[in-house]
């Protein structure tokens, strides 16, 4: 509820989550925008809809294991979840698909950015760096379009270095 509180004083429109209805209306007395009941819902599709698709910027994240997955799904494009605290089973929920390794993905605080792609000036910029430096792709190996399973197959394996290029006719 602190976070609500924070979020309302910067003028954010809010999204609260709990499995309690009567946390939830309390939420709502706090000035709560949006209030989800994650027991009777998929929250994540519910964050969608309210935000016609965008998703939530800012996520704030206190149940980890249990929950984390509904935030990758429910967090904007460039969107943050801010992991505090773990309320959730720390060492996986097998039962319900969490395994372990997702505790060292929440266990330090970092961020983890997604690149697709750039701006066209990043793009620029990088280009001159290569030149400047000298810096030269690295051609692993090239196959023919007729062979592009077997190219796959050859990237998917562990003996290449660099880029495996497909020759397109």
Same mark, same amino acid.
């Given at each position: 509820?602190?976070? *609500?509180?924070?979020?309302?004083? =910067? ?9 309690? !209805? ?9 000035? $709560? ?11 994540? $599709? #519910?964050?969608?809809?309210?935000t016609?698709?965008?998703?939530? !910027? ?6 980890? &294991?249990?929950? *984390?997955?509904?935030?990758?799904? =429910? ?15 720390? @060492?996986?929920? %097998?039962?319900?698909? %969490? ?7 929440? !266990? ?6 997604r690149? &697709?792609?750039?701006?066209?000036e990043?793009?620029? !910029?990088?280009? =001159? ?7 030269? *792709? ?5 196959? #023919?379009? #007729? ?13 290449? &270095?660099?880029?495996? @290029? &497909?020759?397109?006719?």
């Open positions: 509820m602190f976070g *609500l509180q924070i979020a309302r004083a =910067a003028g954010a429109v809010t999204i609260i989550t709990s499995s309690s !209805d009567e946390k939830l209306v309390k939420a709502k007395e706090l000035g $709560a925008t949006h209030c989800i009941n994650y027991r009777t819902s998929d929250w994540a $599709a #519910e964050v969608k809809s309210v016609h698709g965008r998703g939530a !910027d800012h996520i704030l994240e206190v149940g980890g &294991i249990g929950t *984390l997955l509904q935030s990758f799904q =429910a967090v904007a494009w460039n969107g943050l979840i801010h992991s505090i605290g773990h309320i959730t089973n720390m @060492v996986g929920d %097998h039962k319900n698909g %969490h395994s372990d390794a997702t505790f060292p993905i929440i !266990d330090k605080p970092y961020t983890l950015r690149i &697709i792609v750039g701006p066209r990043q793009l620029q !910029d990088l280009l =001159a760096c290569f030149t400047a430096n000298s810096i030269r *792709l690295i051609i692993n190996r090239v196959f #023919e379009f #007729e062979k592009a399973q077997e190219a796959y197959e050859y990237l998917w394996g562990p003996s290449h &270095i660099g880029k495996v @290029v &497909i020759r397109i006719p």
